[in-house]
């Protein structure tokens, strides 16, 4: 196996948890109002946030530094994303969760000291967003008839091929850690995984408010 098919076998089960979490099975399964995904959208803007300043720092490194990829940058697109869903004044409407604090600030522990753990991050978030997130994107479309601003998180269309660019990354993966990185970064994979469980079970809270009346097609 390589690294990367590892890495995958050992973070499925994480995987299939935040898949198949309460919040994100009702959202695909075409059960929530535009709400919840609004709700979805303003969790991930701090997070990004935390992981687009983290790569800044980890730009220059000589290791870390080769996955700072301009063309993945998220906060612009969740900028008008935010703006569509929250209104002009959106950056006084929205709040972190708990959840979502704790996120970011392990981004930004590890941002300062463990370059594969910020590449552990880095991988669970923008190779999922550019593969599966691609759902969510749909739904949005389907349900809500959603195609620009509060889709365009979903967006990549700075990348010509996406499966040449997630195999293009997961050949980096092979080629640039040590053992003993390799295996902190597949235990931070694991980590960031349950960061995400974490955010999506928050939101579960509230999901009463954001079911679809049954008369909705």
């Not at 969740?78 to 929250?86: A, G, N, P, T």
Request: aromatic content about 12%.
């Amino acid at each position: 196996m390589t690294f990367a098919e590892s890495l995958r076998a050992a973070t499925m089960p994480a995987h299939e948890q935040a898949n198949h979490s309460p919040f994100i099975t009702a959202l695909l399964g075409g059960e929530l109002s535009v709400d919840a995904f609004a709700a979805l959208s303003s969790q991930l803007y701090f997070v990004y946030g935390a992981l687009e300043e983290a790569a800044e720092t980890m730009r220059n490194h000589p290791t870390a530094g080769q996955f700072v990829f301009d063309e993945l940058t998220r906060i612009p697109a969740l900028r008008q994303d935010m703006e569509f869903y929250f209104g002009p004044a959106w950056e006084k409407e929205i709040r972190p969760l708990p959840a979502t604090e704790a996120y970011c600030a392990r981004i930004r522990e590890v941002a300062a000291t463990s370059p594969e753990q910020f590449v552990a991050h880095h991988y669970t978030r923008y190779l999922g967003d550019i593969a599966g997130g691609q759902a969510i994107r749909v739904k949005l479309k389907n349900l809500h008839n959603i195609t620009g601003p509060g889709s365009l998180f979903y967006v990549f269309d700075r990348i010509p091929s996406p499966p040449k660019f997630r195999d293009n990354y997961r050949e980096l993966l092979n080629t640039v850690w040590t053992p003993a990185e390799q295996k902190s970064l597949i235990l931070e994979s694991i980590r960031a995984y349950e960061h995400n469980v974490a955010i999506f079970t928050a939101l579960a809270g509230n999901m009463p408010a954001y079911q679809l009346s049954p008369s909705v097609d």
